[in-house]
């Protein structure tokens, strides 16, 4: 829809901090400002002009220059409300306020030239600026493991001293799980911003930017408690109704075990025969292709109406994206489809406002201006599930790192194997111990590995091994060093077979080649006691020996 530009009274103030200092700037000295809000966060632009003529006698001293060239983080805060001119019944006006961290500053300065010399009488300022999380987990990229955590617990590990984070998804956020690894890199794309929106996608969970505490928060779903606002038929210009894209496919669900295959099928209404989205599984836990099964359902469910709203001038009482409104009660503000008297969620807000005259400069440092005003909401029904998130792309697993494998039998030095059965899933597995991230423990399927089923050889205490890691699973990649006593001369091509818990205390299988000449040699070791069979050219000797102190 083509916004129409409106002249609006508005009083905006912007306040500037840096470095603990905080500059504020009104109306009569803004010129340009642009906010885009949506529910998940925000962007905006401000242009104003700072006047500077105490070298010529003037009182006007531009304070914020000095700070304003520090590379220091610089926070915005803006206020915008309306201000008409006074009336008998004067309204009380509420305003919008956003808050953010600058990302890009400009600097012009004009000279007004007097004579022989070039005076600076007005600096004009430009600065862009995201929202917290935006802009500062866009830079963050941790590679960390946690063991025993809560997703909850990483993220509160992350949000720094800028970012304020609230939460009502307990179900997913607040249970623990034994690994928890977020493994990030710049080279690979994804940042911590990434992170979080894919973790909230992948479970149909809801992300916001809430515009009164300025802070977060993820929750299960929408927040629709709160009283609707009115809308009034003088602030608004225009309406359009907006019908999303309809879904056309359904899904399949597929476990690819090689035990119990299944296939489950999540249908929809408005499927066309023939289109379908598969996805892949490989577990043998019911629990996690049913968690998939709901959450596919969940995602098939049909997108209702939005409305763009196109104002005229800005509401006496001001609101954010979240909000709940109500349009005018009159058949001409009624759009096909949306039930009269419905209430709606405020999804997006965008407005612009410039000076209606560079030249009235006689304005600066009034608390108000006339401004070029365009304004323009998006509107959705109260109970719509569908969540708008930014863009984002998905994380890449696994990530690799070296452990070592843990086993709780025998003695500190007995080379032995255990299998560790997880009480939820009734699953064998390894435990890893992970030096690089302070010798935590890790679960690791127990498994044959790389060899056939017919060889049983469990990865012993204190083996060096090649981690794969994942964003809530982990797995041996590889086996990375020999055991104690199993490396031969290369000189003798030998092979070995070590078993038992250590080179005194266990049977070796050994083949080498003496003056070319293949040996067989089979040794049972118990301490002092040894026991062999050992082949060579044209000899088989069976020894039992018991070694002399």
């Known amino acids: 829809m083509r916004e129409t530009t409106f002249q609006e009274r508005l009083a905006v103030t912007l306040t500037l901090t840096i470095a603990g200092t905080a500059h504020k700037v009104i109306s009569g000295s803004i010129k340009r400002l642009a906010l885009e809000l949506w529910s998940w966060g925000l962007e905006g632009e401000v242009e104003f002009m700072l006047t500077d003529n105490q070298s010529q006698g003037g009182q006007d001293q531009d304070k914020l220059l000095a700070d304003f060239l520090k590379p220091d983080l610089v926070e915005v805060s803006i206020e915008v409300k309306a201000d008409l001119p006074g009336t008998s019944s004067e309204p009380t006006y509420t305003p919008l306020t956003v808050k953010g961290y600058v990302t890009e500053k400009t600097l012009q300065e004009q000279a007004v030239t007097t004579g022989d010399s070039d005076l600076i009488l007005h600096r004009r300022y430009g600065i862009r600026f995201l929202d917290a999380a935006r802009l500062l987990w866009r830079q963050h990229y941790p590679c960390a493991l946690y063991t025993q955590k809560t997703v909850k617990d990483v993220l509160e590990a992350h949000k720094g001293d800028k970012i304020q984070l609230a939460y009502d998804w307990d179900a997913k956020l607040g249970t623990q799980h034994s690994m928890i690894f977020v493994g990030l890199e710049p080279e690979r794309g994804a940042s911590f911003y990434d992170w979080v929106l894919w973790y909230v996608h992948g479970n149909h969970g809801v992300f916001t930017h809430d515009y009164t505490t300025h802070g977060y928060k993820l929750a299960a779903a929408k927040d629709s408690s709160g009283t609707p606002q009115q809308l009034y038929t003088s602030n608004l210009s225009s309406l359009e109704l907006l019908l999303p894209e309809v879904i056309r496919h359904e899904v399949n669900v597929l476990n690819a075990l090689a035990e119990s ?289």
């Open 261 to 549: 295959p299944q296939t489950q099928n999540v249908p929809q209404d408005q499927v066309v025969t023939g289109i379908r989205q598969d996805v892949l599984l490989c577990t043998p836990i019911s629990d996690d292709v049913q968690a998939r099964v709901d959450l596919e359902t969940a995602r098939l469910k049909a997108r209702g109406a939005e409305l763009e709203l196109v104002w005229r001038s800005f509401p006496e009482t001001a609101f954010a994206p979240g909000a709940l409104v109500k349009l005018p009660p009159n058949e001409a503000w009624g759009a096909a489809g949306v039930a009269e008297d419905a209430t709606l969620r405020v999804r997006t807000l965008r407005l612009y406002a410039e000076v209606a005259s560079e030249a009235e400069e006689e304005v600066y440092g009034d608390g108000y201006s006339l401004f070029s005003f365009r304004m323009s909401t998006r509107l959705e029904p109260q109970d719509e599930t569908y969540v708008d998130l930014p863009a984002w792309q998905p994380p890449l697993y696994p990530r690799y790192v070296e452990g070592f494998i843990v086993s709780e039998q025998g003695a500190d030095e007995d080379e032995t194997w255990q299998a560790y059965t997880d009480s939820a899933t009734s699953l064998d597995g390894y435990k890893v111990k992970v030096p690089l991230f302070e010798d935590q423990i890790i679960p690791t399927p127990f498994n044959p590995n790389l060899l056939p089923g017919h060889f049983y050889f469990p990865a012993y205490k204190g083996e060096r091994v090649l981690v794969a890691l994942d964003f809530q699973r982990a797995w041996i990649k590889r086996f990375l060093d020999w055991r104690t006593g199993a490396r031969m001369p290369q000189d003798g091509q030998g092979v070995a077979l070590l078993v038992g818990k250590t080179p005194e205390n266990g049977t070796a299988l050994k083949h080498y080649y003496t003056d070319d000449k293949p040996v067989f040699l089979m040794q049972r070791t118990h301490d002092k006691d040894t026991q062999k069979i050992q082949i060579t050219e044209g000899t088989l000797l069976i020894q039992v020996k018991e070694e002399q102190s």
